[in-house]
């Protein structure tokens, strides 16, 4: 089994790019909904969730974990991997080295979390891979939990991606960077403001290659996925839909829990 999880919805975005690189794998996804957002708490706070939570799916049966959430990843995967040491961790960290590799103007936009925004990993990305380039570092507040509430066309989002994105572009960024995996699923709403002017960097399928590298025999299973939440599981498999990935609902076994 493979462990999947993040805040929220998010790691979904993540999902998806698995179950099509691995279609007979077996997954269970865990959102910590009880605790979402992760993006505007303390980083300890945020690591003690995903150790405990890491934990519980290593208990249950998980042997290979994808922390599909790059808050998650900047504040604990370190110590994530020091608690299980038998077992692959991918964690997710904004596409810094493909964007500036790919920029024409030299200069990328990276859209993060409050907790992102302020860590020393994002840092140290920038160092290592776009020293030849402006870095713009970009919270964004809120976005989050707009798409957990499935608010995806809320006029005062629309009105706060652009807000958000307008300088960036005048500023001659051509490449942005989802720095968040919540944020896949406002990829319609920042195409809309962006148009031409810039391309969306997303890591998801890089992140499924990454686990396809790593699954071994868990590459070979019943092609299962298991729904899991720390509050409302009701509402994951009801967000499928909403959030385009229907698809999934076919490989989902047992209550969600
Ligand atoms: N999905 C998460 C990420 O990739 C964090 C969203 C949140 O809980 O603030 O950063």
Redesign the pocket.
């Known amino acids: 089994m493979i462990g999947v999880f993040?805040?929220?919805l998010?790691?979904l975005s993540v999902l998806a790019a698995l179950a099509q690189a691995l279609p007979a794998a077996d997954f269970t996804y865990y959102a910590d909904t009880a605790h979402?957002?992760?993006?505007?708490k303390e980083d300890g706070f945020i690591q003690g969730r995903v150790l405990e939570v890491g934990a519980d799916l290593v208990a249950s049966g998980c042997s290979l974990l994808v922390v599909a959430?790059?808050?998650?990843t900047v504040a604990a995967v370190q110590a994530l991997r020091a608690m299980h040491p038998g077992i692959p961790v991918v964690g997710?960290e904004p596409g810094i080295k493909p964007a500036a590799q790919s920029s024409r103007s030299g200069r990328i936009a990276v859209l993060?979390?409050e907790?992102?925004a302020r860590s020393s990993r994002l840092k140290r990305l920038i160092d290592e891979h776009a020293g030849m380039v402006d870095v713009f570092v970009e919270p964004c507040p809120g976005w989050?939990t707009h798409v957990e509430t499935l608010h995806l066309d809320d006029p005062v989002l629309a009105a706060d991606v652009r807000r958000r994105i307008e300088p960036l572009l005048d500023r001659g960024v051509d490449r942005i960077v989802l720095?968040?995996?919540?944020y896949s699923f406002l990829a319609p709403l920042l195409h809309a403001v962006a148009g031409e002017r810039a391309e969306l960097v997303d890591v998801a399928d890089a992140v499924a290659r990454q686990a396809q590298r790593l699954a071994g025999h868990l590459a070979q299973g019943d092609g299962r996925l298991h729904l899991r939440a720390s509050a409302h599981p009701e509402r994951l498999r009801a967000a499928l839909p909403r959030l385009h990935l229907g698809h999934l609902e076919a490989r989902l076994i047992g209550g969600i829990t």
């Open positions: 993040d805040s929220g998010g790691g979402v957002p992760y993006g505007n959430c790059n808050t998650a997710v993060v979390t907790a992102t989050a720095g968040c995996t919540h």
